[in-house]
């Protein structure tokens, strides 16, 4: 007997801890986390960007990775910083707003039940038995927006239903799915 198709929407702790630390590097007052002083040391920017795009597409290649907690995975990320001192700092800083209701729970809320029901009729149209919408709670995408089963889709890309549709049929196509 064949599987039922699984399609699972969520906010990776991963995705989104990458956007957080590049949004920290880029130290533009509109991009949260915003804060001045400079408080965590990263890695210079040209080792930086290609080091979260790596991340980025590693975590995406391993199905669990994406929503394993982080303090699981402290050896991936620690590279990032230069000490060990301001990658414990901004992991404590990332989850206590990661683990209020105004990070990952608010995140995975905005898409409401009919975007739910609009994702759910895309991905029975595609040929994927398992799919994995990792919701950002930034534009930026660090890497590729799909690897295999896990698409990454962005809160503003769920803002306007045509677009949002456009977006994931793209992507499913070019992860070579119709």
Same mark, same amino acid.
């Given at each position: 007997?064949?599987?039922?198709? &699984?399609?699972?929407?969520?906010?990776? *702790?991963?995705?989104?801890?990458? @956007?957080?630390?590049?949004?920290?590097?880029? #130290?533009?007052?509109?991009?949260?986390?915003? /804060?001045?002083?400079?408080? $965590?040391?990263?890695? %210079? #920017?040209?080792?930086?960007?290609?080091?979260?795009?790596?991340? $980025?597409? %590693?975590?995406?290649?391993?199905?669990?990775?994406?929503?394993?907690? &982080?303090?699981?995975?402290?050896? &991936?990320?620690?590279?990032?910083?230069? *000490?060990?001192?301001?990658?414990?700092?901004?992991? *404590?800083?990332?989850?206590? $707003? $990661?683990?209020?209701?105004?990070?990952?729970?608010?995140?995975?809320?905005? @898409? *409401?039940?009919?975007?739910?029901?609009?994702?759910? =009729?895309?991905?029975?149209?595609?040929?994927? %038995?398992?799919?994995?919408?990792?919701?950002?709670? %930034?534009?930026?995408?660090?890497?590729?927006?799909?690897?295999?089963? #896990?698409?990454?889709? =962005?809160?503003?890309?769920?803002?306007?239903?045509?677009? /949002?549709?456009?977006? &994931?049929?793209?992507?499913? =196509?070019?992860?070579?799915?119709?």
């Amino acid at each position: 007997m064949k599987p039922g198709r &699984i399609l699972t929407v969520e906010a990776s *702790d991963s995705l989104n801890f990458l @956007v957080y630390v590049h949004n920290y590097a880029k #130290q533009e007052k509109h991009c949260f986390p915003y /804060m001045s002083g400079y408080p $965590w040391n990263l890695q %210079e #920017q040209s080792i930086l960007r290609p080091l979260l795009q790596q991340l $980025w597409n %590693e975590a995406l290649a391993k199905p669990t990775y994406p929503t394993l907690p &982080i303090d699981h995975q402290k050896d &991936i990320f620690r590279p990032l910083f230069c *000490d060990e001192y301001s990658f414990e700092s901004c992991l *404590d800083t990332f989850y206590s $707003w $990661w683990g209020s209701m105004a990070g990952q729970m608010a995140i995975e809320r905005f @898409v *409401d039940q009919e975007s739910h029901n609009t994702l759910y =009729t895309l991905f029975l149209l595609s040929n994927k %038995e398992q799919l994995t919408i990792n919701l950002l709670y %930034e534009n930026d995408i660090l890497g590729s927006p799909i690897v295999d089963n #896990q698409l990454v889709l =962005t809160l503003r890309e769920t803002f306007v239903r045509e677009e /949002m549709i456009a977006t &994931i049929q793209d992507r499913l =196509t070019l992860n070579g799915n119709k």
